[in-house]
């Protein structure tokens, strides 16, 4: 996927975006240690990053695209516990941190409510949740907006705003990147362009609406 791919990521509000297949993904993938890389190496604050979840539990958060790969548990408050469990808590401290973190969060009715009676926005919220409350160095949240309401995806820029860890966000909704310190558009598992948010998302909408423009003219 990756060509002479070489990435310093060290800034608190990190973008990527970029095509579907372009390898956001993936990055993310080898980022939080699910993949191994099939040359060179993925480093997190000098850990090695392949399989860093076994030997320093949180130290990374990931947030799936899709709910249904990240939730493991029939309760909100479960799901919750599951990542407190493996950093050494009992399941029974750990249930009563969830109930008190959703409380704390206006959220006590949901520490009961089976993930099945929740809507797509509310599983990607308690995704969000999930992760939050492990409180990992590193955030990284793969299309964390797109099955958000508008409200939804306001109090979800604004939890990213106030978080204290580096949060790293592939989003195709460009909007919530504007006040991040860099976006990186990744094309084909390249670096395309790095740098400043309104440049770089200016640059990537260009380059959308000039490749329509030619398949339409095509087209006609």
Not at 23 to 43: H, M, N
Request: hydrophobic share 45%; proline share 4%; with cysteine.
């Amino acid at each position: 996927m990756f060509e002479g791919l070489s990435l310093q990521l060290n800034e608190p509000r990190i973008g990527l975006i970029g095509d579907n297949g372009a390898g956001k993904s993936s990055l993310f993938r080898l980022a939080c240690g699910l993949d191994a890389p099939d040359a060179g190496t993925v480093t997190l604050q000098g850990h090695t990053a392949y399989r860093i979840s076994s030997r320093k539990p949180n130290f990374v958060g990931m947030m799936f695209q899709n709910a249904e790969e990240q939730i493991v548990f029939p309760t909100v408050q479960e799901e919750l516990a599951l990542g407190l469990t493996a950093s050494g808590q009992s399941r029974q401290q750990a249930l009563v941190n969830a109930r008190a973190f959703l409380a704390s969060r206006g959220l006590g009715d949901w520490a009961e409510r089976a993930i099945s009676s929740l809507s797509q926005g509310q599983r990607q919220h308690v995704c969000w949740l999930a992760t939050l409350i492990c409180s990992p160095s590193l955030i990284l949240m793969d299309e964390p907006f797109a099955s958000l309401d508008l409200p939804s995806q306001a109090l979800l820029h604004e939890d990213i705003a106030r978080a204290p860890q580096q949060i790293i966000v592939s989003t195709h909704v460009l909007e919530h990147l504007q006040h991040f310190d860099r976006v990186v558009w990744l094309d084909k598992g390249r670096v395309r362009a790095d740098g400043a948010p309104a440049t770089v998302c200016a640059q990537y909408r260009a380059d959308v609406a000039a490749r329509v423009a030619a398949r339409t003219a095509a087209v006609g």
